[in-house]
């Protein structure tokens, strides 16, 4: 099981695929929070992207049934993680501090990542 770059809450941006959110005319991503990683798939489910129709059956949460809009996996590729400085996509960067404990730094603008 290989190690991702991206955890649960964090704020990504989508920079590839069918649900890619940069605006052309002044450069800004929209942005959503991961609700879930996936990490034998490699993949991530963002808040409010790549939503899809799924028909559910009546049960007990929802005792009518019919269709219901819900977020599915894009590629952990297919996502960046969004500098909290610039709130641009950017690369992370693994740091190891002095009492050996290891933090995740943004290569853009230096950053720890919370």
């Known amino acids: 099981m290989s190690k991702l770059h991206i955890k649960k809450g964090d704020t990504v941006c989508i920079i590839a ?7 052309r005319s002044n450069g ?6 991961v609700l879930k990683v996936l990490v034998k798939e490699q993949k991530v489910i963002v808040e409010g992207f790549n ?5 559910t059956k009546p049960n007990a949460k929802n005792p009518q049934g019919g269709i219901i809009k819900q977020e599915a996996p894009i590629h952990i590729s ?4 969004v500098d909290p400085k610039t709130g641009k996509p ?7 501090k002095e009492d050996g404990t290891k933090v995740r730094i943004a290569k853009k603008s230096g950053e720890e990542i919370k």
């Open 17 to 23: 695929g069918e649900s890619k959110s940069q605006d």
């Open 28 to 33: 800004t991503w929209k942005t959503g929070k």
């Open 51 to 55: 939503m899809i129709s799924k028909s």
């Open 78 to 81: 297919n996502v960046a993680l």
């Open 90 to 96: 950017t690369r992370v960067a693994i740091k190891v």
